[in-house]
């Protein structure tokens, strides 16, 4: 038996996502007009550095999540089923970009909240995935990296010892 797939919920997570994913780039665009450098201080959670690279995170993980969507609904447009249905429950599974959120300083900026919360409303997600956005729009600080202090280098510890050339 061939499963059915419901492809006015894949147009309209499509357009979720596509306007979530606008959201996200003006996000990163606001913080990368913000002046931040990539030689700013990059080790603290939260940092300017690290709010952007979180940012980027989250806009490029949300084209391949759209990606996703539009592969299964390309499947279902073409009567393959059973790979549309495999591709929606990929889907489903979220994206990993997510974890971007842990790098952001706080307040997350507004249309990153907007753009979680539209996210977040898709029930094609699994629970899972809506339960970390949540965690996401809830936590009161960036928890990446983690804040434990850094192993200062130590060079010519190798064992090696370096030759005139």
């Known amino acids: 038996m061939t499963p059915d797939i419901d492809t006015a919920e894949l147009v309209a997570a499509v357009n979720t996502v596509e306007r979530a994913r606008n959201l996200l780039g003006e996000a990163r665009d606001e913080l990368g007009g913000a002046g931040v450098s990539r030689d700013q201080e990059w080790t603290a959670a939260g940092s300017p550095v690290q709010t952007l690279q979180g940012a980027d995170d989250m806009h490029r993980g949300s084209g391949q999540f759209l990606d996703d969507l539009a592969l299964a609904l390309g499947y279902a447009a073409a009567g393959l089923a059973e790979q549309a249905l495999r591709q929606r429950e990929r ?75």
């Open 91 to 165: 889907a489903g599974q979220g994206f990993l970009g997510l974890s971007g959120a842990d790098r952001m300083a706080r307040p997350l900026p507004a249309p990153t909240v907007e753009a979680l919360e539209l996210l977040r409303g898709l029930d094609l997600l699994t629970p899972e995935f809506r339960e970390r956005i949540t965690g996401a729009l809830e936590a009161e600080a960036a928890t990446y990296p983690d804040p434990a202090p850094q192993r200062p280098l130590r060079l010519g510890t190798s064992g090696l010892t370096p030759t005139a050339g």
